[in-house]
């Protein structure tokens, strides 16, 4: 199978990688998919509760390179983004920017769950009110 | 002596051919183009002797006679006919066939298919290191079992099986067996007296000869075999096999059997020596490495690798300029992880993240070492990039957590 350019970019240096201490109360972690299925993602945001911008974002995959390359792709546009904007992604988005084939539509469907995941635990330790995580539209 | 890119690894899905093969092939494209079934003129009568040396050449190789040798289009051809063509000839004396979970899918297909006709199948489970249990076997046969098809060795795992044990229960019983010998001949003695095999497939571009030739063994004394046929025509091969003989093509398979046999003994030992000399490296390089199927019961070519935390696409990705391959789901159009591992018990997580290594004839120690400080290189990148390696180093059991899935 032919990668896209992009995806291969993201392959070869991916973005943000890493972690953030997930009990501090301004991390967001978001842990999706499952090693049975061949792809999980691990996505944290740190988020200043004052604006609700989105100050940094890591992330861990585990998963084929259109995985990789969808949750890269993710901090990158996650960051510097309010809560709203994030939660305004969508897979199809996703699926666009990097060309990904419809074999791999899965790979973003997963990165947008990451994204409200995280955002949803990050509510969650701000006792907001979490709406049941959406899932992403195939 | 430098390494030459992209290296080679994926044996198992086919093979380069020999130049000595090559050489053999070439006059009966051109000036040796006969029909081998042209009885009346020089040039039928030249082909038809190129064949029949061949035949000798391939009946060699399994100690069997040139008169049981057939020849088809490839081995997905012989197992449809070995199989079928059994069913269908002894239909009447039992309607029972036993196969096992880990064949190739030209014969699981075909056995699937004579269900549909009226067949009974048995798909016996493998043991944990990928062999048939004999004592599954015997528990299976029926009144009604007619054949037996148990592979040489598997195309994934490279596992070898007891096929002289089997063929000593099958002979014991009146049923016939019927071996996919495809990764097996050629690669480690095969005899079909020793063996007790009464049908054998085999395909020329495993063994370095060309792609779209096979052929198919049919024991003709105790028992004879008879085959129903599957293609109708001129009565070619015996009135087993119709079709004008692909003459270059048999000539190659003939040439690369005679290599073969003669080279087996220090070929094997060769194949052995880079096999370890790789599993070595990675062993000793890489934590958390897992080998899938018995090391005992293998062929000296295969090594099949689980890397645990790092998705085999990915990884082929990252070792673009190396040719292998992967039991992983992404590979494939299906999304499942390979049924092979999956019946061994291997987990889907670890199924994942295997990769198949097949080495061969024109593999060089330099390319071993390439290989594997590559695979090193990649694995620990793609680990450093995995949120499982992390929480495993935290000691956390993935097994054990509850993950949402799709």
Known sequence: MAYSEKVVDHYNNPRNVGSLPKEDPNVGTGLVGAPECGDVMKLQMKINPETQVIEEAKFKTFGCGSAIASSSLATEWVKGKTVEEALSIKNTDIVRELSLPPVKIHCSVLAEDAIKAAIGDWKKKHGAEVPATEKASH | ???????????????????????????????????????????????????????????????????????????????????????????????????????????????????????????????????????????????????????????????????????????????????????????????????????????????????????????????????????????????????????????????????????MPEESVKMLGLRERLRKGLEAKLDEVFINGSMEHRLPNNLNMSFAYVEGESLLMGINDIAVSSGSACTSATLEPSYVLKALGVGEDLAHTSIRFGLGRFNTQEEVDYVIDKMVQVVTKLRELSPLYEMAKEGIDISKMKWQTA
């Open chain 2, 1 to 263: 002596m430098a390494v030459t890119l992209p290296i080679y690894m994926d044996n198992h899905a086919t093979t380069p051919v020999d130049p000595r093969v090559l050489e053999a092939m070439l006059p009966y494209f051109t000036g040796k183009f006969g029909n081998a079934a042209s009885r009346n003129h020089s040039f039928g009568w030249s082909a038809e002797e190129a064949v029949e040396n061949a035949r000798q050449q391939v009946a060699s190789l399994i100690n069997a006679t040139s008169k049981e040798i057939i020849f088809t289009s490839g081995a997905t051809e012989s197992d449809n006919l070995m199989i079928k063509g059994i069913a269908e000839m002894f239909r009447e004396k039992g309607n029972h066939i036993i196969t096992q979970a880990i064949e190739h899918k030209a014969v699981l297909d075909t056995c699937k298919n004579l269900e549909k006709h009226g067949f009974e199948v048995t798909y016996l489970p493998v043991q944990r290191d990928g062999r048939v249990s004999l004592e599954d076997l015997k528990a299976a046969i029926k009144p009604t079992t007619i054949l037996i098809t148990i592979m040489y060795a598997n195309n994934e795992i490279g596992v070898i099986n007891p096929i002289a044990e089997i063929g000593k229960i099958a002979k014991e019983r009146g049923i016939f067996l019927a071996v996919d010998g495809v990764q097996a001949v050629g690669k480690i003695p095969v005899d079909v007296q020793k063996d007790n095999i009464d049908v054998l497939a085999i395909s020329a571009h495993k063994i370095y000869g060309p792609k779209g030739v096979g052929a198919l063994y049919v024991r003709r004394r105790n028992p004879r075999v008879q085959l129903s046929a599957i293609i109708d025509g001129g009565g070619h091969e015996r009135g087993m096999r119709s079709g004008t003989l692909n003459v270059p093509g048999i000539v190659g398979l003939g040439k690369a059997c005679e290599i073969a046999q003669k080279g």
